[in-house]
């Protein structure tokens, strides 16, 4: 089972351990006498290891991977065509078509829950500085000025030039108006133009522009940021791990802001010799106890009959996320990519957000980006 | 009465040859030709072996240079495009950029590297306990992987690290080591000649020692100065030494990936791009197989052209010996 959660917890990952433990305790009580073999295998490293170990016809039984990943790994040849499977379970039917990752009408991977961005903030500063939680951007700005007035940095976003730094972007690139399916310089170059202001006006370091998820949420923990830019996977461990109050607001973004409904997909592995137990830890994780074990996590379950469980609307923090994905929520990955050259499409808009971070010029950076965005879009 | 009769001069002894005797010949040739086939027989494992794990891959890397192979091809038979992908790079802006930075890799590396190893094999070709202690520190240094060594230099250069305490303590301020888009790509360079300085240093030494003692003790007699006994002793003495050396600086820079890997990611944006890493990126975060084997054939070349000259200079030493 190779995943890139780390089942011993490192890395700030006791939630995402304590998730797959669960789902293990499942299937070995729909397989008694089995065992789960988790393998951790590093985020940036797990696709290019899939598909190496696929061109040697070999792999994992079953796969915890990124869901935007899915149509890379299955034309890699690294997954199996779930789809008879997915049927027969009425797997397809406990889950929307949103969460299904298809690739030319083959069913590979279904998420257990979503995972998306949504902003933490630092209360021990906000209420030491007298300010409120913003609901607008305006507001927003207006808080990072007094926290770096204060000594504070405003916010800590992830500005890694590849996949990460990219999911990072999203919400604010199409918040500027710039999709996909028709890229234009300006939207391009006003959807940059929001970092290049934050950097120029010394709320976020330049030094995001190397960093990721993890470290960015890491910084934030030292309690000298108001803001940071993170997905709900954090909310549990911010609980244990944040030494000040904190809490969590939608990002203030237009309707036409998108972010990813990310998350983690299951698969079966396209060259497992234990296809039925490789199955059964999948049907184990996607059951409706699997599903309900990612809010542990801070997740939001994404099984259709757990969209009014009461465990969901309770929580304050998850609820900050949940609105998102009504009003904000958008297909991971972009639909305007063709599905097989979405890395790249990863890795070019990464780089050029972190370019930007780094201090480097909007302008440059969309001069760069476009004309290779031109060659991946649908319809090019 | 005596007659001196003038004798014909025998001929000097360098122009006498002896004609061997003709059954002597033969026996010699076939000797040869047992040694030679014997030496022929202790190179073939090596050379198969070679053939196998480099060769191999290589003619691989180059069928892919010219071929449309992508996630979506790479299981499948890959379709003949010709020079597409070299168009491709060589079209691209992130290649010239990559470039450039390979470029001043490879001067900062192989400047930093030799000089320093010279200077430290300078100071450390006495003897003593310190002078042991430092190179058994160097060997230390030299020996740890570049992962570790490149994480290491990351922490020490963070804006929280080390370094910028120490900047921020005498009034510089902090430096963006490893964000800085102009400059980053200087740090990791330095990090990465850092790490060659030992390796240089236990050559040059090695070099320095070699050195006849009488030679240096009469420049010593004649008056000259410690830079003088530097400039006209001691580095003609070791310049075979040094050009192999560079050589091989040259190559180790080129190639660079692990410390640019570990420290920056190719980053910020692009600003710590090299061929070699825009090679990796291309095929194994991109998945674009063809276009990362591109360029690793041009990167390729270059590193060739050195190595021909390399191989040249070592055929011209043993054909003078």
């Keep these: 089972m190779w995943t890139y959660f780390n089942p011993t917890g490192a890395n700030g990952q006791v939630a995402q351990a304590n998730m797959i433990k669960q789902w293990a305790k499942l299937f070995q009580q729909a397989s008694p006498g089995s065992t789960v073999n988790y393998v951790f295998i590093p985020f940036a490293q797990l696709d290019g290891k899939l598909i190496a170990a696929a061109a040697a016809h070999t792999g994992p039984d079953a796969v915890i991977l990124n869901g935007g990943s899915t149509a890379s790994d299955a034309l890699g040849g690294a997954l199996a065509n779930s789809t008879n499977f997915f049927q027969k379970t009425g797997l397809l039917k406990a889950y929307s078509a949103g969460v299904v990752h298809s690739v030319s009408g083959k069913d590979y991977s279904i998420q257990p829950y979503v995972n998306l961005l949504g902003m933490f903030y630092n209360a021990t500063i906000l209420n030491k500085l007298h300010l409120t939680v913003p609901k607008t951007y305006s507001q927003m700005l207006s808080d990072m000025k007094a926290a770096k007035a204060a000594g504070y940095w405003g916010m800590a976003i992830p500005g890694s030039p590849d996949g990460e730094g990219e999911f990072s972007s999203h919400p604010w690139l199409t918040n500027a108006g710039f999709n996909f399916s028709h890229p234009t310089m300006a939207s391009l170059v006003a959807g940059l133009n929001y970092p290049a202001q934050w950097i120029a006006d010394g709320y976020v370091s330049k030094e995001d522009s190397t960093l990721n998820n993890t470290t960015s949420y890491q910084n934030w923990l030292e309690g000298k940021t108001l803001f940071c830019q993170s997905g709900n996977w954090n909310l549990t461990n911010a609980a244990t791990q944040a030494k000040f109050k904190w809490g969590v607001f939608p990002i203030p973004l237009a309707s036409s802001g998108k972010i990813y409904l990310g998350g983690e997909a299951l698969a079966v592995g396209a060259f497992t010799t234990k296809t039925s137990l490789a199955q059964a830890y999948v049907a184990a994780a996607l059951s409706e106890q699997g599903s309900l074990d990612t809010l542990a996590v801070g997740s939001i379950p994404s099984r259709l009959d757990l969209a009014s469980n009461p465990k969901i609307a309770s929580n304050p923090e998850v609820s900050a996320y949940v609105s998102e994905v009504r009003t904000n929520g958008g297909d991971y990955p972009d639909p305007g990519v063709k599905p097989a050259d979405v890395d790249q499409e990863y890795t070019i808009v990464g780089q050029a957000w972190s370019s930007v971070m780094a201090g480097g010029s909007p302008q440059k950076a969309a001069a760069t980006l476009l004309p290779q965005l031109d060659k991946i879009v649908v319809g090019s | ?321």
């Design chain 2, 1 to 321: 009465m005596l007659t001196i009769k003038k004798e014909k001069a025998l001929p000097a002894l360098s122009t006498v040859r002896a004609t061997p005797a003709i059954g002597a010949t033969e026996r010699g040739s076939r000797r040869s030709g047992r040694v030679r086939r014997r030496r022929t027989l202790y190179v073939l494992p090596a050379a198969v072996f070679l053939v196998v794990m480099s060769g191999y891959p290589l003619v691989q890397l180059v069928r892919m240079s010219l071929a449309n192979v992508t996630i979506a091809t790479l299981q499948h038979a890959w379709a003949y495009v010709g020079l597409q992908n070299y168009r491709q790079a060589f079209g691209s802006p992130v290649f010239g950029q990559a470039l450039d930075h390979t470029i001043i890799f490879v001067i900062l590396v192989f400047g930093v590297g030799m000089a320093g190893g010279f200077t430290a094999a300078l100071v450390l070709r006495g003897g003593g306990r310190f002078t042991v202690f430092l190179l058994a520190l160097m060997v230390f240094v030299w020996s740890l992987p570049p992962v570790v060594n490149g994480s290491i230099w990351r922490f020490l250069m963070d804006q929280y690290g080390l370094l910028n305490i120490v900047s921020r303590g005498v009034g510089t301020g902090t430096v963006p080591f490893l964000y800085s888009p102009g400059g980053s790509i200087y740090s990791v360079a330095l990090v990465n000649a850092w790490a060659a300085v030992p390796f240089t240093t236990l050559v040059f030494r090695a070099a320095l020692l070699g050195i006849d003692p009488v030679i240096i003790e009469a420049g010593r007699v004649d008056g000259v100065r410690k830079w003088q006994e530097v400039k006209f002793i001691l580095l003609p003495a070791v310049r075979p030494t040094a050009f192999v050396l560079g050589v091989l600086m040259v190559v180790y820079a080129f190639r660079s990936f692990d410390f640019i890997y570990v420290m920056t990611d190719g980053g910020p944006g692009t600003a710590t791009n090299t061929l070699p890493f825009l090679g990796y990126s291309e095929a194994f975060t991109q998945y674009q197989y063809g276009l990362g084997s591109a360029i690793s054939v041009i990167a390729g070349m270059f590193i060739l052209v050195v190595a021909v000259v390399y191989s040249r200079s070592v055929f011209r030493h043993e054909k003078a010996k």
